[in-house]
């Protein structure tokens, strides 16, 4: 299973809302998950399950969907948001697949 | 708390082995799938391999097959990846990721441990 994130890159402002889509190459249920990772450190856990945030994570992170179409939303983009978001599946194998990542930087 | 802390990366050549450690703290290690996710400079995520809680089953990624064995020792918290038959493009950072209980996300990661193949 291939996922592929869209758009690769993106600029935007704070307080934006951003969107970004992640397209699986067939269908996935709802085994999606979203990390997000500055530069340096490593991914964090954002969204399990396609829809349901991880502890400590704010809410203006949301996701959406199943099957082979997924979002993640920011709904008002704050500084420290400014980073790479990966989605990824998990299945029998290979047990973790990542997309291909998007960068989200300042306008 | 979860800490998860890599080690033994370096700068090693090509053909060489190299062994990652990756010791784990404030949960109960022996109870949660650990895995090996790593990351070429400027690159995306690649996971490598996986192993359950109690050794009864172990994946790799194909491109480490053969090349790179998982092991965990639950009663020191650690996990390990033993690296041979090292390449250029082994070179990346390597991370060691805990497994969500319930789940097959990656909840915890470690801050990673640079691995360098050169000559």
């Known amino acids: 299973i291939q996922l592929t994130q869209s758009p690769s890159s993106l600029s935007a402002s704070v307080g934006d809302r951003v969107t970004i889509t992640c397209r699986a190459s067939?269908?996935?249920?709802?085994?999606l998950a979203w990390y997000q990772q500055k530069p340096g450190n490593a991914p964090k856990l954002l969204i399990y399950?396609?829809?349901t945030l991880h502890s400590g994570v704010p809410s203006r992170f949301s996701g959406s969907g199943s099957g082979t179409h997924f979002t993640l939303t920011i709904s008002s983009l704050q500084p420290e948001d400014f980073a790479t978001y990966y989605c990824?599946?998990?299945?029998?194998?290979?047990?973790?697949?990542f997309g291909q990542g998007t960068k989200v930087e300042i306008k | 708390e979860v800490h998860l802390v890599e080690s033994g990366g370096g700068l090693v050549k090509p053909g060489g082995s190299l062994r990652l450690s990756c010791a784990a703290s404030?949960?109960?290690?022996?109870?949660?799938?650990m895995n090996w996710v790593r990351q070429a400079p400027g690159k995306g995520l690649e996971w490598l391999s996986s192993?359950?809680?109690?050794?009864?089953?172990?994946y790799y990624t194909d491109s480490v097959k053969g090349r790179f064995t998982i092991s965990r020792d639950n009663a020191k918290n650690s996990l390990y990846l033993q690296m041979n038959s090292l390449r250029a493009e082994d070179t990346a950072v390597y991370y060691c990721?805990?497994?969500?209980?319930?789940?097959?996300?990656?909840?915890?990661w470690g801050q990673g441990t640079l691995v360098t193949v050169s000559s």
């Open positions: 404030g949960f109960t290690f022996s109870t949660y799938t």
């Open positions: 399950a396609a829809s």
């Open positions: 067939q269908g996935i249920s709802s085994y």
């Open positions: 990721a805990r497994e969500r209980d319930g789940g097959a996300e990656g909840d915890y």
């Open positions: 990824q599946q998990f299945g029998s194998y290979p047990p973790w697949t």
């Open positions: 192993i359950s809680s109690t050794n009864s089953y172990i």
